[in-house]
DNA sequence: GGGAAGTACTTGACAGCGTCAACTATTGAC
DNA sequence: GTCAATAGTTGACGCTGTCAAGTACTTCCC
């Protein structure tokens, strides 16, 4: 498939999100009118459809900051929507549950959003609506399923051109993605520089990510002190992402740390980089430390993330 | 078709809905970090799309207060990143374009939102890829082109029963959709009584709309004075809804009220009643009074709409 | 069993998004 | 020329959502 064949599918994709948010008015005017925010609306919601969450379990899937759901569900509480139970098992927790007059609060809003929705499969002739069903259960099928391969990566140490490579699509990936300048490409230089003059064979370590022959991703891991290492230059190509790889370049990171007796792994990036933040997360690194600061031609948030290891 | 089946697949969009808006992230917090707001990204995304828009034509089309607007433009500019210059046609309005800096700032956002979509998709092998492409053109089509035949409603004069279940509807309708209470149905049964009672037929009028055999519509055209017309009970059923019928109603009321020579319609609705509150916008009306009020059941902000004949 | 670290939730302070209503400048209809 | 309508602006303000620091409880670890 040549990248013109993508270009012309992922531009159709856009196309189509547009048109269905605007045709399902996520972001019309109050389109929950009522005294109630669309947050609050999503908080019932989910009230509504499970068995006695707990309000971490609620901030958690729909991603709330715990201080706004706590005031949201005393705002709930306030009017008897909800009531709180603390959790025999565990003090700190509450237990939620709609009260019979949160359930009737929610009714009219989920009736309006079913009718929203029947209403706009009723103006079309039933084998029409089949079809868009029909659609509707494809797109949800596939993407769901995800890359159901989770292709073969090759993850292989430097070879010469390598570290060229690294600078070369740090300094272009971040300059179309987020606009930094010319600076970024010239610190990442600085840092494989660095890498390669003063290399501990031992204690630190470069993956380079390769498929069909192709470089797609990169990560080094570096010694800061006898007991600390810091993970760098993540970095994941755009057709390779969504695959696994950014947690899979993280994964060997860890690992190796751990196996060459660190303590502690830490790393730096911007606050900005949502889908790297995300692999971090999830790897059970945390925040330890936010700045803000002017770099490469932008104010950031720079942050420092650490795991025990 | 059974109502079953409708029901079933008014589910399965509902649960599509969720997830989509889920996979897209249109929900997630900071989806556009950097000093920019959803709003703002979505007024710079049709800057860049557009050529010369005025301010109104960006206000109406991503449903945007004016003054909000205004104060975001205000801000595109202090920034640099679009020009304003008074349209020679008309002296009120300013063309907007991007100036190179909006567009430079602009570049990273699309860059970003592309290479989201783009990722999404690349996690697919090339035949999904197509799969769902495919599938979201067939619901895009689908849906854009809406009620093709635009079914064949009859619009008649009330019999026998229809104004009981004009009564039934209402009530049925605004306490599941909007937790009316009682004292709605109640008050439409009155309005109903008077308008048999005191009927006019030279001035006054009632229609009632069959699809099928069925009651799937009304809408009264009742004398406040002399000069002046009301418009009460526009309702249109569920499965009704999107094909053009309540546009059909009032249009119908409209031309009635003119040719009985009144000089002005009018009619009250509650603000949270938006699938109303566009017909009658579309008809033409204006609202000329709001209210805030206890009725119902519910707090709400009662309006007052007009239209000169 | 006792201290340290972590977790569930709360609270205060605050930025800024978005709304509302009143205003100016201009146009267009009669 | 008058009057209503329209394009856009501005001040005031509530509310949404964020951040950081706090409390109460639990778990981990020696």
Known sequence: MGSRELERRVEAARRFNRFYTRQIGLLRRGA????????????????????QPTATELGRDLDLDAGYLSRILRGFEKRALVTRTRSAADGRRSHLALTATGRKAFAPLDARSHDEVAAMLAG??????ARVIAAMDTIERLLRDGPPPAAAYLLRPPQPG??????????????REYGYDAQFEALVAEIVARFVQRFDPTRERCWIAERDGTVVGSVFLVARSGTVAQLRLLLVE?????????TRLVDECVRFARQAGYRKLMLWTQSE???????YQAAGFRVVRKERNHSFGKALVSETWELDL
């Open 32 to 51: 929950y009118d009522s005294p109630m925010s669309l947050t609050e609306v999503r908080v019932l919601y989910e009230l509504a459809h499970r068995e």
């Open 124 to 129: 079309l002739a039933p084998a029409a609506q």
């Open 162 to 175: 390598d570290m060229g490579w690294v600078v070369h699509r740090h300094g272009a990936v971040y300059a």
């Open 238 to 246: 755009l057709q390779a992402r969504g695959s696994g790889l950014g």
């Open 273 to 279: 980089l949502r889908a790297a933040r995300r692999l």
